[in-house]
């Protein structure tokens, strides 16, 4: 069997499975709407219990990472490849 | 089984005949060493076994409690995996080499003192870095040098930690230090443990010496040395505060070195570290459900990142590069790597159905239970990082993004049989975690925990998804670079050249000034010494032995003269000598 088929099935219908991610993705933000959340008066608990919240963290943790470490890496960390000799 | 047979004795005398099989016979013979070790720490019985009574201290060979059996468990699970993935290896040495490293990490794994836990430490630094070295190129030379300071160095800090220990309670036995208890010589046994778990700001051999290793041999380094380090963490210094800080801050130091480096093997070693930390972590928490899930991801990363680095290995050894800026399309010639490494991907990204699932969450839920919500959270900031390096950047630019050219095969069958048989248990682990939670150190703690849990699901999915999101929009800045990035070795880098350049200048100079002092000065006292000596030996010895020698020709000489031969000279000599005699009586 060739195991590139089903990759390549899957590229060639890159649009359709974007389609279904961004379905995927609306759908976990209602479920995290729909699930029960322990009752907690404490401020961190219910700041995480607020649907949707963990999307936010994704996304923003997802960002700030690549902007911070690609900013880090082009002002200070990042040397020629031959910098110890 | 009643008796106790030391699983490390498999691998330690098993090595001494691994030279004398070949063919197929060999291969036998290399799996079945890690077999019945397997099948060893299996049957295992509680217990403390193996004690010996040498020079006054208390050495335990075998100690079997519910710590030290999750790790023999999985060490000689992934050791058989290792083996297997090794098959085509070759060259003995390099299977000698790993059976020494596993036998020395299992040895610490069973350890009851602190004597044994540094005899199997070293042998365990000893052993690996061969798995640097065999790799033959100059940079892994260099690397396994470095390496080999860095644990010598970490190995004297927990001889130093030893020894003040021994002077100030007279014991050798390595229990739990209590945290109230702990001075000088405890923080020096915790900073040699530190070193080989690579925690901050002791890490940066792993980055740097790992991706050198051989293919094989970095399969069977990720798993070893950090996951001992995080036993005997586990073991002697549980609920530790700077462990919970110094764990959390490796989790994203990790991956924030992972989100910007170009080799691929690097990636996956900052992500050792990046793990590690959730260990190290969970045990400075403390708890029971954070010691439990330390053991869980220690057991669940094993399988994981030994999966990611074979899936990498696999191309560094079918294209020759494991650098990601040279690497892509690949997915059409490497598919069953691809797949079997998304597995693994997934695994450390902690997707749902999948060992990190189960494991992770347990230090993370320990964390917040806990109430930690500080450290939970930068632990889920990990995660992100995790499936963003792991999970995306690195498969998407080797296996798809642009095309490289590069048309290799997929690697020999028995890589592809160990990449198949480690999912498949990632997988299972996944599904059925109760297999995981079953080995782990608190029972009852373990049968309380429910990682599928909703709340957890809902959280995790959101995370992973819109990590991916993220990934997709900001793809264009994620372009591999062909680059090095500065880490801490660049301090003990430095502090080479810096020796370098005093021997250089200062100890070279002065072995030159000493050189030429003992030319000038000392040369010519030597050579007038020796003159005097020349001279006293001429007319000094040899005159008294010579002239001995010239007064006893010349005594001959004489005689010769007086031995005429004749006989007439001889009997009046004789006569004449007689009535001499006669005479001299006769007067006296």
């Known amino acids: 069997m060739n195991w590139a088929t089903p990759i390549q099935y899957l590229r060639d219908h890159l649009k359709a499975l974007k389609w279904i991610l961004y379905l995927v993705m609306a759908a976990a933000v209602i479920f995290s709407a729909l699930i029960p ?18 999307s936010v963290f994704g996304l923003i ?7 911070i470490m690609k900013g880090l890496a082009h002002t200070v960390l990042m040397k020629k490849e031959d910098f110890y000799g | 089984m009643d008796k106790f047979i030391h699983p490390a004795l498999f691998f330690i005398l098993g090595a001494f005949l691994i030279p004398v099989f070949k063919g197929w016979l060999k291969k036998v013979y290399l799996l079945a060493i890690p077999a019945a070790a397997f099948l060893t720490v299996v049957n295992m019985n509680i217990g403390v076994y193996g004690e010996i009574n040498y020079l006054g ?3 335990i ?8 059996y999750v790790f023999a468990h999985v060490f000689t699970l992934m050791a058989f995996i290792g083996v297997i993935y090794g098959l085509h290896v070759k060259e003995d040495a390099q299977h000698i080499a790993s059976f020494f490293y596993v036998g020395g990490s299992l040895g610490v794994v069973f350890a009851g003192d602190y004597l044994t836990v540094f005899i199997f430490w070293e042998m365990m630094a000893f052993a690996s870095v061969f798995l640097i070295w ?62 080989n778990a690579a925690v901050f700001p002791l890490h940066a051999w792993l980055p740097d010496a790992y991706p050198e290793a051989t293919v094989t041999g970095a399969v069977f380094m990720c798993a070893f040395t950090t996951k001992t380090a995080v036993y005997v963490l586990a073991r002697g210094f549980p609920g530790y505060d700077v462990l919970a800080i110094m764990g959390t801050v490796m989790t994203i130091y990790g991956v924030c070195y992972a989100t910007i480096e170009n080799d691929m093997r690097r990636i996956l070693s900052y992500h050792i570290i990046s793990q590690v930390g959730y260990m190290v972590a969970g045990v400075g928490i403390g708890t029971e459900l954070a010691l439990n899930g330390a053991c869980a991801h220690a057991y669940a990363h094993i399988l994981y990142k030994a999966l990611l680095f074979m899936g990498a290995g696999s191309i560094l050894m079918m294209t020759g590069t494991s650098k990601l800026n040279k690497l892509g399309g690949l997915y059409k010639y490497m598919p069953l790597s691809l797949i079997f490494y998304v597995v693994g991907g997934i695994s450390i990204s902690g997707f749902p159905l999948f060992s990190g699932f189960v494991s992770k969450s347990m230090i993370v839920a320990g964390a917040e239970h806990a109430h930690h919500p500080v450290l939970m959270i930068l632990m889920l900031l990990a995660s992100v990082g995790t499936f963003l390096s792991v999970g995306l950047k690195l498969p998407y630019f080797a296996w798809f993004g642009k095309d490289s050219g590069l048309k290799p095969k997929e690697p020999p069958k028995n890589m592809l049989w ?11 682990i996944g599904v059925y975690p109760k297999v995981l939670y079953d080995l782990l150190p608190f029972k009852e703690a373990a049968a309380e925990y429910h990682p ?6 809902s959280e995790t999915i959101q995370i992973l998804l819109f990590t991916g999101l993220g990934f997709f929009l900001l793809l264009k800045r994620l372009q591999p670079e062909a680059k090095i990035n500065l880490d801490f070795d660049w301090f003990y880098r430095k502090l080479v050249d810096g020796f370098m350049w005093f021997d250089n200048k200062f100890i070279q100079s002065f072995d030159f000034g000493w050189g030429e002092l003992y030319r000038s000065l000392g040369l010519k006292a030597m050579m007038a010494f020796a003159g005097f000596f020349a001279w006293f030996d001429r007319w000094g010895i040899d005159g008294v032995v010579d002239n001995v020698a010239y007064g006893t020709q010349e005594f001959g000489n004489q005689v ?11 009997l009046a000599v004789a006569l004449l000598v007689i009535f001499v005699i006669i005479g001299v009586y006769w007067f006296l």
């Open chain 1, 37 to 54: 959340h322990p009752e907690s008066h404490d401020p961190f608990e219910k700041t995480i219990g607020i649907p949707g919240f963990w």
């Open chain 1, 61 to 67: 943790c997802c960002i700030l990472l690549i902007r």
């Open chain 2, 134 to 195: 065999f790799r033959r190129e100059p940079a892994s030379i260099k690397a396994g040098f470095r390496y080999l300071l860095m644990h010598v160095f970490g190995g004297l800090l927990l001889l130093a930690g030893i020894f003040l220990h021994y002077k100030n309670t007279g014991s050798m036995a390595f229990v739990m230090i209590p945290k109230a208890g702990a001075g000088v010589a405890e923080y020096l046994i915790l900073a040699g443990f530190a070193l």
């Open chain 2, 61 to 68: 060979l075998g100690r079997v409690d519910s710590l030290s």
């Open chain 2, 560 to 570: 010769r003269k007086v031995q005429t031969g004749n006989i007439q000279n001889y």
């Open chain 2, 57 to 59: 201290f208390n050495i």
């Open chain 2, 418 to 428: 160990a990449m198949g048989i480690t999912s498949f248990l990632c997988f299972l």
């Open chain 2, 452 to 457: 599928y849990a909703l709340p957890h699901l």
